[in-house]
């Protein structure tokens, strides 16, 4: 860990770091990914409706969506690098409870505290990422989202393989993961403090340039507008897919819950892909650009997944999973630079709404299906990326470069 204690100049990649936080990204985003992957264990051991799963669901990502800006904005005004760990200590309490809870109510409970823990992290996470970035403020930030997407690909795998032959108390193997967790962001915290104080000495704040023309207070709120449209209707579609696809999946095609994980984890796990070539696509062909085609070749793909056979439900999925997460990283970086002063508050807008629309869709389409069905919803799901094509309004970017 001496690495993350070396100073840099500004502009200069810090790869450790880059990749440390993206590592602890990676564990932050897979204790949340427990919790669907507990959805079928859950269905079962306690005979929960689609309905309650979603307000699981919900709870966990209201709570992160709600607090993320709010952090956001308070550590840009005075950053906390010792948020972090505490962060993952929260996430720590959630897990044990989750594991534990004999009752309902406790889950709610314990999902809270998780979806604490996250809100702390994300957006002090990404400021960590900004700060190592230097020059390659796409690839940083691809390398930060990719270890949360890694994380939330997990979820399939959690519930394959711990939580189908271990049950409810399998989620305590978990509690190892935060623990290392706590220790590897209390040492990038320490490389975190340094860095402000060296910027004290200096007098000279770390800035960002931004790649996009000068814009009005009213473009750049529709921009912004615009954004989150898009984050809404991609958010919507992956949290069908992570929480809800395995009971399409069970239901018409006749899937054990381990073959449906399976499935599932081929579209997340390409997502996490997408995600890591988002940032360097970005930088190369524009941040605009990358975000149209994301929302752009899923559309046609997403209106046949429900009609397909088993096979072609694979080959569709992996195109699906890399193009809908190809932008999620840029989102983050393209809302940064429509408002260059606030890094944290961006981070916490655009990935605390993200959390948001899962919440939100979440409880919908768990309503939905209770009351039409899991097919129908399905169809009506895979409607969703046509509403991204709204990135189409968004202001045209330039390549900049960054000097050391």
């Known amino acids: 860990m001496s690495k993350l204690n070396s100073s840099h100049k500004m502009g200069n990649p810090v790869y450790p770091i880059m990749f440390a936080i993206g590592v602890c990204h990676l564990f932050n985003d897979t204790l949340q990914a427990v919790i669907p992957a507990m959805f079928p264990v859950l269905e079962l051991e306690l005979g929960l409706t689609f309905t309650q799963l979603g307000l699981i669901s919900f709870m966990l990502n209201i709570v992160a969506s709600v607090l993320q800006p709010v952090v956001g904005f308070i550590s840009d005004k005075k950053p906390m690098p010792y948020a972090l760990p505490l962060g993952m200590m929260s996430s720590f309490v959630g897990m044990a409870g989750l594991a534990f809870?004999?009752?309902?109510?406790?889950?709610?409970?314990?999902?809270?505290?998780?979806g604490l823990g996250s809100a702390v992290f994300h957006p002090e996470g990404s400021r960590v990422s900004f700060m190592a970035a230097g020059s390659k403020r796409g690839l940083s930030q691809s390398i930060y989202q990719v270890g949360g997407n890694s994380g939330q690909a997990l979820a399939p795998l959690i519930s394959a393989f711990i939580l189908v032959p271990l049950g409810q108390k399998g989620a305590a193997l978990f509690l190892v993961v935060a623990a290392v967790g706590i220790f590897l962001l209390s040492k990038i915290s320490a490389w975190y403090k340094?860095?402000?104080?060296?910027?004290?000495?200096?007098?000279?704040?770390?800035?960002?340039?931004?790649?996009?023309?000068?814009?009005?207070?009213?473009?750049?709120?529709?921009?912004l507008t615009l954004?989150?449209?898009?984050?809404?209707?991609?958010?919507?579609?992956?949290?069908?897919?992570?929480?809800?696809?395995?009971?399409?999946?069970?239901?018409?095609?006749?899937?054990t819950i381990k073959e449906g994980q399976l499935i599932i984890f081929i579209f997340l796990a390409l997502g996490a892909v997408g995600t890591f070539f988002g940032g360097?696509?970005?930088?190369?062909?524009?941040?605009?650009?990358?975000?149209?085609?994301?929302?752009?070749?899923p559309i046609p793909l997403s209106l046949l997944l429900p009609y397909v056979p088993v096979w072609a439900i694979i080959l569709l999925l992996i195109a699906i999973g890399f193009f809908i997460m190809l932008s999620f990283s840029v989102t983050v970086v393209y809302a940064q630079e429509l408002v260059p002063s606030k890094i944290g508050t961006m981070a916490g807008l655009t990935v605390g709404l993200a959390f948001g629309m899962g919440a939100i869709g979440a409880v919908v389409i768990g309503i939905l299906m209770d009351?039409?069905?899991?097919y129908t919803t399905m169809i009506v799901v895979s409607t969703l990326p046509i509403i991204g094509l709204v990135g189409l309004g968004l202001p045209k970017d330039r390549k900049i470069t960054i000097s050391n």
């Open 101 to 114: 809870a004999p009752q309902y109510w406790m889950i709610l409970v314990s999902v809270i505290f998780l």
């Open 194 to 223: 340094k860095q402000l104080e060296l910027e004290k000495l200096s007098k000279r704040k770390r800035t960002l340039l931004s790649s996009l023309p000068a814009l009005t207070k009213k473009q750049v709120g529709v921009a």
């Open 227 to 255: 954004l989150m449209v898009l984050i809404f209707a991609r958010s919507f579609y992956v949290t069908n897919m992570t929480n809800f696809y395995i009971f399409h999946l069970m239901e018409n095609y006749g899937m």
């Open 280 to 297: 360097p696509m970005a930088d190369r062909m524009g941040r605009r650009n990358v975000i149209i085609l994301s929302m752009a070749v």
């Open 371 to 374: 009351y039409v069905g899991v």
